[in-house]
């Protein structure tokens, strides 16, 4: 289980996965008073750049920016040394070790995560490009490869999570998409195949968990969070 400190406001990312920033910033004002970090993802920052960026700093919330940087190296140096000057509190890049090193350049305060396998994957996607391992045993060897070349953490699902902690310790940040509320598993219509609950990733190593849809497609936002924080509260 992880040791760190982590205010339960800030457990849960909220996933600002939405197209217009206004509806992001609706959302955000929905939620602000449970929780106080949401990321911001591609689909959005194409629809506004730093606009909604800018705009949740300014309201005194952290923000993940998950673009995922993968590009040569020199590029992604560049685009880390932009968002830093931004205020973000962390950004995901892919676990290339020279996009890592060309990231840790310019990084100056800001947070990097390392994108180990996406949750959207499984084991037959692996089997389909000619590789033999499981996705656990990839994680682990890239989580492990990120926290030697200076990353600060990694994204990584939750069931891989009990083993980077056991693994590697207390030294790596974990952060955990493919958050689903009740059974860890998928009914078929989710594009994510590797889920579990909140306060399961959080109990398994996890420090903070994305949760986008089934927050913000539902009804009552603000109960959703309740519960998944109570969730959490009961793990810790």
Known sequence: MTCKNI???????????????????????????????FKVGLQLFMASYFEVVDWIIDRGHKVMLDLKFFDIPETVKLAVEQVNSRGVSLATIHG?????????????????????VLTSFGEEDLRAMGMT??????????????LELGCDGVVSSGLEAERLRRDLGDKLLIVTPGIRPGLNISDGADDQKRVITAGRAIAT?????????????????????EEMQQEIVDTI
Do not use: W
């Open 7 to 37: 205010d339960i406001k800030e457990r849960i990312i909220v996933a600002l996965d939405v197209e217009h920033p206004d509806l992001a910033k609706d959302m955000v004002k929905r939620c602000e008073s449970h929780t106080r970090y």
């Open 96 to 116: 290339n070790d020279a996009i890592i090193r060309a990231a840790m350049e310019s990084r100056g305060d800001l947070q990097l995560l390392a994108v180990t």
């Open 133 to 146: 391992q499981s996705v656990e045993d990839l994680v682990l060897f890239r989580a492990r490869r990120a």
């Open 205 to 225: 190593g996890a420090d903070h968990v994305v949760v986008g849809r089934p927050i913000t497609k539902a009804d009552d936002p603000i109960r959703v969070l």
